[in-house]
């Protein structure tokens, strides 16, 4: 499906399906879209790395610093199965989830996938000032955002119902995209 001004696109004409579920890289804006959806659909928020840093009572920087990557992975996975049922959420995913093939069926499994596109400029300068990104606490953070993204492309291009190209606007059109998207469907 393409929206009137061309920025969106359905790989399948899906049908809406119960959770609403943002995939993108880190700094992609998956968070402040989530919230501001979930705000206006009423639909409970769930954000993958929030959930995971309340249940570990650590932070994703000391989970990984103290129990690895591996560990942070296996509870992503175990949400992912998790929210393979049920339904009705809007879900904002940790950037690296795409990577394992059981996690995006799960993902597929329980709800509809929105790829928030960007280009590595505007995640750098998104990211600008956090450091709460373990993976990108390196000197030189736009190579390292290059690196990833070309490593993951395929992944993100592969996974998605829906990709929305959010490299040249702010957090308000994208939403409001989402939105004419999501109210056609559910039409
Ligand atoms: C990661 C993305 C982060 C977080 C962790 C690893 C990744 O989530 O899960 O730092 O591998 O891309 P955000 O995409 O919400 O930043």
């Known amino acids: ?15 809406m399906k119960k959770n609403i579920v943002l995939v993108g890289f880190m700094g992609s804006g998956k968070t402040s879209v ?42 992503e996975k175990e949400l992912c199965k998790r929210f393979s049922t049920g339904g009705g959420k809007i879900i904002a995913t940790g950037g690296g989830v795409i990577k394992d093939a059981e996690n995006v069926a799960n993902l597929k499994e329980g ?13 750098a300068d ?27 492309a395929s992944f993100y291009e592969n996974c998605y119902d829906v990709v929305i190209d959010v490299s040249k606007q702010e957090i ?13 469907l559910s039409s």
């Open 1 to 15: 499906m393409q929206g009137a001004d061309g920025k969106i696109h359905s790989k399948k004409g899906n049908k």
């Open 34 to 75: 989530g919230k501001r959806l979930s705000m206006m659909l009423k639909r409970e928020f769930i954000d993958m790395d929030d959930f995971i840093e309340k249940r570990e009572q650590m932070t994703v920087n000391e989970i990984f610093a103290k129990k690895g990557e591996p560990y942070f992975r296996s509870l």
């Open 111 to 123: 709800g509809t996938i929105f790829y928030l596109k960007s280009t590595p400029e505007k995640i």
């Open 126 to 152: 998104n990211l600008k000032n956090d450091n709460t990104r373990p993976l990108l606490n390196v000197d030189d953070k736009v190579s390292k955002i290059r690196e990833l993204m070309a490593e993951r």
């Open 172 to 184: 308000e059109e994208t939403v409001r995209e989402l939105m004419t998207y999501i109210s056609d």
